[in-house]
């Protein structure tokens, strides 16, 4: 196991632009660390440089308190699973897991030993002397993972390794995922746009944009306490609603907006909800509608667990309340969190309207 620490991290590219934007990480040792974000924000540079394939254009890269920054991706005791697996397919899924061994011309019997041991773990042992046309999605995920652990390194770099794979085997695979990394206990970095993956996998995930770290912490921590309007809005689906107030941007998750007789909390902050439709999603209920009496009105989403059986009517006004402590405040023009702010008299008069 290692730590793996980016100091003031850059990467610039030609024309002048920072996928990489002064980055400052510490993983913990042994931890999952997910790197979560859209397209182009950066992530994957950041892998790049951790593991040698791409150079800063300023910074540091530390592993296990040892500057690697300059050193080639071998000499960093790391190993990388590509989104594309990067498999050879003339070789066999046993010539596969144990190419990175011969290339460093380790001892057959030990080559043998340690691919048949790592082929074993992620229980494709069976499928050794198959080539890679003949594997699944999953299976060819798994032989990825096992060349890469064949070489027994201190840290784990995964690139998307799920997006080649349908959704249901999305799901057991990260399933599998998370239960051989707490087998092996080595330390990784996933890089993910997918929020459920980030979710599911991550013991802290660290929320970029514009190469940049917008928020790291444990998942519960990400979704219940965003640092900005952008993790609000990026982490959860439906994602939080947002609602002008002055200078400043109310906040909710969409299933902590209910009907007014659900919540019974004594600082509820009760609303009307203009209802325009309702989706039926897996037993939860969707509604779409304009919300009045918190602010603006503004477009929002509620989502209604099937536990709540209060009727919802399309084109008709009705009663939500909102508990006090689940808002959330940003400031408008910065879009970062804010003090909690008090009801103004405008305010309690729309409540007192309703």
Known sequence: MAVVEVRKLVKEFVGGVRAVDGIDLVTEEGEYLVLLGPSGCGKTTLLRMVAGLEQPTSGDVL????????LPPRARQVAMVFQSYALYPHKSVYG???????????PKDERDRRTRWAASLLDIDHL???KPRQLSGGERQ???????????PKVFLLDEPLSNLDAKLRTSARDELKRFQEEIGTTTIYVTHDQVEAMGLGDRIAVLAQGEVRQIGPPVEVYDEPADTFVATFIGSPPMNL???DDVLVGFRPEHLLPADVVTADDAVALKLAVDRVEYLSGDRHVYGTVLGIGEPTRVVARLPATVDAPVVAGEEQAFAVAGRRLRFFATDTGRRTPRVRLGAREQADQEAL
């Open 63 to 70: 592993i296990d308190g040892h500057l690697v920054s300059g």
């Open 128 to 130: 050794l002397d198959r």
């Open 243 to 245: 609602v002008p107030r």
């Open 96 to 106: 596969n897991i144990g190419f990175p061994l011969r290339a460093v011309r380790m």
């Open 142 to 152: 798994r032989v990825a993972l096992a060349r890469a652990l064949v070489r027994q």
